[in-house]
């Protein structure tokens, strides 16, 4: 046989093999609380259609987490299945700080995707932390205004989505209308700089829209019109790739602002729904999964393509606080807590996985699962072999996906975090808290942000921590710490040895 015919062979059975591997879809919320998704809540006052839709047509999960309670270390935790609290990072990245909290020798999410022959793609929110520097070269270390009027921006961004797996970005470094910097990344370049401090005059006045800082916004930049912007560019991904790369499966990460404070709908989308700006906003993030998935449909690949859904966190204070008391709305129903708590309305997530032809249509998982388990379902998905020293925190959840392991539990545990690191563990219907109050908030608080009007009574005032047993008290009411001290030692030492051991995945050697 010529060389140059068995090089063809080996090419075309390459192709082969990429074109049986699914096109991946995962569309992650910002800030979408269990109860904001009608298909989740059927008092919501807000209509998800499309969410809803791919509900009916995949796999909804009702005990599925984030691994914390924010934004950074759960999307740190999504792209390389392992907790974030083992880099020993507190809080949230905002403005220009970082370096990304990503090592480079850390396989991540796309990197493995793109070593199995897909191109991946990341359009939206960061947040895990980039490097920018100033004129002299030095690495700006300031998280605030200053340090986003120091930037030099003839310099490239040496650490950021593209060096970390992705080959190609377009977004924001950290929360797209809140933090500092208003302007967009593009590839490894700020192509139009900020160059005005946001008059916030100009925008929107509602009791959502105040979680604007006054940063450096760039003449490009709309605060109403920044889902819109990265749903035009993962569209526009989506069309060249499959009119230009037909066989080659692709990897797209589509990580919106919505639905995170301020709640700036787009035009075509204000008064929309009897909810408010919030629920207006929350219908516009319907709006963009439904075009996310028409696209697909248009172009001919939705049969061959797994859509995930997920988001980042609980639902924020004020949106929960205000859509209660005007809308009678409630984001993070039925739980309790919100965004930053340690209890459940801080962490369950919607999740929906939608796979044709493998994921059984209409179906409902009471599987516990976190998100950290992307990557090692993508890889058991697309038969890569993760090494043990990567994705130490996720698990396979294939078989559930394909209807294989129904009753049987895939995970046993589930690890959560907060901002300030504090920790809880679940074992089945046990929840243990490694500390007192919600991990997130002062329940003492009143004002705007004051939970104090949902404060619940700690049952055993004098524990260091708390227990609860979700299958009898999902609202996590009764603290049986002092009850239960078998439990609790039990489940404290677990928690200790996953914390000490680097890993809470069994090992794959």
């Known amino acids: 046989m010529k060389p140059l015919t068995l090089w063809a062979l080996l090419c075309c059975a390459i192709s082969i093999q990429a074109a049986d591997k699914p096109n991946i879809l995962f569309i992650l919320a910002d800030d979408l609380g269990y109860g904001d998704v009608a298909c989740y809540n059927p008092d919501s006052r807000i209509p998800t259609p499309n969410l809803d839709k791919l509900a009916s047509e995949g796999m909804k999960f009702t005990d599925a987490h984030s691994p914390s309670t924010v934004c950074t270390p759960t999307r740190y935790s999504i792209l390389t299945g392992r907790m974030a609290f083992r880099t020993g990072m507190r809080s949230v990245f905002t403005g220009v700080g970082g370096p990304c909290l990503i090592d480079k020798e850390r396989l991540t999410l796309p990197q493995m995707l793109r070593d199995q022959g897909y191109a991946t793609a990341c359009f939206g929110k960061w947040h ?123 990897f797209l990460y589509h990580s919106m602002q919505a639905v995170h404070l301020p709640s700036l709908a787009a035009d075509a989308f204000k008064g929309k729904t009897k909810a408010g700006p919030h629920g207006d906003f929350i219908f516009e993030m319907d709006y963009i999964v439904g075009d996310l998935l028409k696209t697909l449909e248009r172009l001919g690949v939705a049969e061959n393509t797994l859509v995930i859904f997920a988001s980042d966190n609980g639902p924020e204070v004020p949106t929960v606080l205000n859509m209660r008391k005007t809308h009678q709305h409630d984001g993070a129903r039925p739980w309790r807590g919100v965004k930053r708590d340690q209890w459940e309305g801080g962490h369950r997530t919607p999740f929906i996985v939608r796979w044709p032809g493998k994921v059984k249509m209409g179906t409902t998982s009471h599987q516990l699962t976190s998100l950290t388990d992307v990557m090692a379902t993508c890889a058991g998905i697309t038969g890569a072999k993760l090494p043990d020293d990567a994705a130490e925190d996720s698990y396979n959840m294939l078989p559930v996906l394909l209807g294989e392991q129904v009753d049987k539990p895939v995970r046993r545990f589930v690890l959560q975090q907060t901002m300030s690191l504090a920790m809880s563990i679940r074992d089945g219907q046990w929840k243990y ?77």
């Open 128 to 250: 895990i932390g980039m490097s920018f520097f100033d004129q002299d070269g030095k690495r700006i270390k300031d998280g605030g205004l200053k340090g986003v009027q120091r930037i030099d921006y003839s310099r490239t961004i040496p650490d950021g989505p593209v060096d970390r797996g992705f080959d190609q970005f377009f977004g924001t470094v950290c929360c797209p209308t809140t933090d500092w910097i208003y302007a967009y990344v593009d590839g490894n370049r700020i192509p139009v700089p900020p160059t005005k401090i946001l008059d916030r005059s100009k925008l929107p006045q509602h009791p959502y829209a105040n979680d604007c800082r006054i940063g450096m916004v760039a003449e490009n930049f709309n605060h109403e019109e920044v889902d819109l912007v990265f749903l035009d560019k993962s569209k526009k991904f989506l069309e060249r790739h499959v009119k230009n790369h037909p066989d080659k499966p692709f």
């Open 433 to 509: 808290l490694d500390h007192k109050g919600s991990g997130g908030h002062n329940y003492n608080r009143t004002g705007p942000w004051g939970m104090k009007p949902y404060a619940l009574a700690d049952t055993d005032p004098d524990a260091p921590g708390q227990l609860y047993n979700l299958e009898v008290d999902p609202g996590e009411t009764t603290n049986l710490f002092s009850q239960h001290p078998e439990t609790v030692k039990r489940m404290k030492a677990q928690l200790e040895a996953f914390k000490t051991s680097g890993r809470s995945a069994p090992r794959r050697r």
